[in-house]
């Protein structure tokens, strides 16, 4: 049996497929390209009818990452996902605080899930980060929490939690914020999802890879 085995060519064929499965879109280049990771990362199609970018999503975030802008993830399999040779070509950081000891003691003292004690103790730190949730949708709540009582605006939330409670609900309150997100509607997401996101980010700003 033939088949291809090379790396780069496989995503190559990968990508030429998908283009033809989205058809007629309303997304701008850069969109499209992030769209199109999305579909690569879960095998469905339907993502590049749930897909939603803010206005300023694409500028912002490319100038975030340009500038060396921190990446906060929700869950390690996020950040395992991200190229971590692409975000340090740029001198952006990957962070994962789900396993620190102070984030199990919070959560545990305060009774909130470790992904809401995270971004709880980094407060500050998200200003003008990249922030990529895609597990907890209870972390994006938190992180809307911060930003309307306390002000913190990431430069960019990839918000893509997956599940049955509470996925849809929190993403449909980030599109409604003023946070500058790309999202998913409704209950599909997921880790390699938000981490194919912002790897499409990476390699729109270093297309040589």
Known sequence: MQFIHDPRAIE????????E???DHPFSRAEKALVKRMIHASGDPEFGALARFHPESMERGLAALKNGAPIFTDVQMVAAGINRR?????????HCAISDDRVASLAKREGITRAMAAFRLWGEALEG??????????????????????GITPALVIGVPVGFVGAAESKEALMQSPLTYITVQGRKGG???AAGIVNGLLYLMQPER
């Open 191 to 193: 880790s390699p999802i």
């Open 129 to 150: 980060s990249i922030v990529a949730i895609g597990n907890a949708p209870t972390a994006l709540f938190e992180l809307l929490r911060l930003h309307r009582e306390q």
């Open 12 to 19: 190559t064929r990968s990508m030429e497929i998908i283009e």
């Open 86 to 94: 692409a975000a340090g070509r740029l001198g952006c950081r990957i």
């Open 21 to 23: 499965l989205l058809g």
